[in-house]
């Protein structure tokens, strides 16, 4: 016997061969199978009479076999099945090829339901390959698995047929007694969806097309609800840990304002608002703040920085990159010349001066402050382009990692996600966003360049050059992959070639890749920062947040290839300095699609209106990035869906409010399988 989280080796008939295969398709519970979900369905729901039968179309019929046959043609190295059947209307034959082992199972006089597409041949009608079901000696003496109705076709990559997972499924649905359901009993009458038991019933074998919305609606609720209530839950956690209180000093705060060089944009006014008020609390802060590349996330993280700093309480702010890193620990030490705060640089090639108990705000790559160093008395945390810092990691940065207080957090992102997405993957961060950029920026002239003006766009940054400027190329995008990343380097590699002998001989060309050491990539960063490249030549790996004020042109090959939210960010990569900034987007397709889709990029500077185009045109997948959900295809798909996404969420808050996690063992225990199924980094 087994039960729904019995090893998949428990069910009969499962030898070592099948077993492979069912690994390769991450089945290894009774559980999963169950879970295995068809990707399409094939409708045979008319069963029909072999006298209505129609040349081209699919049909299911029931008939009994009158004779059935094999040959073989040797010259072609080929089994032929044939077998004639009949039912009360007429005969008609059905052909298989190379199938041989198909007599041992389809016998003369046993009736079977057949589906498949009608052909016409010298002999008349017949089935050409058709799916088949046994029934017996008599018509109707098994459920039609196989063919009647919609038949769910699964992937089969591992060289399962679907017809074996039906089979499998079919035996389990119809011999597990208990099916454990996470979704509470309210949530689910509430929300009228229907049992899990049902569920799966429908969505594996399906009456109607109404059955398999109904299935999949509930499956992809209760995946979703799952990933809320984690969030909920991790947030609650942290909620129920202790942080040391900053009270905010206004006047301070206000001189700090009006020494700047701008105005704060009404966006960062209230985002710093809402990070003073949440490191006024005693329990640690857990906040994002989302803003477009340009947008000004630093001056509002320095904001906190200086309140905090003021106020002998540690400030620690990790970059991703050594350039990053030093790139804002110059910002910093502009911004905060006039006063007195100890600013330092802690990177692999660059060692603090002093202790780090007489540092105010250390800057940082987050690797190495996490390895070595001890704070004295760590209050915030400033992360910088990575979205998440778990609670473990921020009390290990502390001297003594068992004093109850924990550091603040504020996370920073340049990547605008859509609203509905940004419930689901930050549902355990409280949201910042700065929706517009400070005043006076210059627009980006941003066009999509059609093969005939190539030469034209290369002069026209032969001439940005002559002017002093700098530019950047980037490569198409390529599947992600081993052997992707080397062609992507092979690409990046020939285009280097090209523009370095054919086009642009006389200037310096930089080429940035995912194969290149993190020390080499730096390199090469630098020596473009610095000038001594004219253009650079890069992989899709181009830092994010890297200041090249300089750099007035951004060229994408192969834009068609990108998401809108990834080309806004690399247009977000010129255009910070005075300089009038270009962005050329050439497609290698002229697809109207692929037009109509640019014309939205040079028609928008919106990062949020962007990602709301995108998840609608590409769906929800790229918004993870590096990110593992965890999540099923199915729930992955539907977090397109608006109104399903809000529906859970208030379905969430409906439990909350009228009950917790602890009175529910099964979702308790699906929590704590699914915190080792996410990957957040
Ligand atoms: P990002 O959000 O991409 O990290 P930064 O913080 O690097 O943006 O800011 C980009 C540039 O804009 C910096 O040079 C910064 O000094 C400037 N800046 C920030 N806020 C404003 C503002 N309100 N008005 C004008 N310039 C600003
Ligand atoms: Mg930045």
Known sequence: MFDYSSPIKDLSGIGPKVLEKLTKLKIKKVSDLLLHLPFRYE???????????IIGEKATITAKILNIGQKRIWKRNMTITEALLEDETAPIMSVWFNQPYLTNTLKKGLWVNISGKISMGKRGLYFSNPAFEVLGEEPYDKEM????????????????????????????????????????????????????????????FPKNKEEIEEAQKRLAFQDIFLLQIYSRNEKEKIKSKLAQPIPTNLPLIKKFITSLPFQLTNSQKLASWQILKDIEKPTPMNRILVGDVGSGKTVVAAIAALNTATQKQQVAFLAPTEILASQHFKTLSNLFKNWPIKIGLLTASHKLKSGLDKIDIAVGTHALIQKNVKFKNLALVVVDEQHRFGVDQRASLLKDPKHSAIPHLLSMSATPIPRTLALTIYGDLDLSLLKELPKGRKKIITKAVSPTNRGKAYQFIENQIKLGRQAFVICPLIEESEAAIMSEVKNATAEYEKLSKDIFPHLKIGLLHGRLKAQEKEKVMLDFKNKKTDVLVSTSVVEVGVDIPNASVMMIEGADRFGLSQLHQ????????????????????????????????????????????????RGPGQFFGSVQSGLPDLAMASLKDASLIEEVQQAVNLFFQKDKIANHPILLERLSEFKEDIHWE
């Open 43 to 53: 409708d045979f729901s008319q069963i029909k009479n072999i006298a209505d039968l």
């Open 145 to 204: 698995l196989h063919t009647a109705g919609l038949i769910a076709i699964y992937p089969e990559t591992a060289g399962l047929t679907s017809r074996y997972l039906r089979l499998k499924i079919k035996t389990i649905l119809d011999n597990l007694i208990n099916i454990p359901d996470f979704l509470p009993n309210f949530i689910a009458k509430e929300f009228s969806l229907i049992a899990l038991r049902q569920a799966l019933q429908k969505i594996h």
């Open 570 to 617: 690399f247009r977000g990569r010129v255009g910070r300095a005075e300089h009038q900034s270009y962005c050329f987007l050439f497609t290698e397709t002229s697809s109207k699609n692929s037009a109509e889709r640019l014309k939205i990029l040079v028609e928008s500077e919106d990062g949020f209106k962007l990602a709301e185009k995108d998840l609608e045109i």
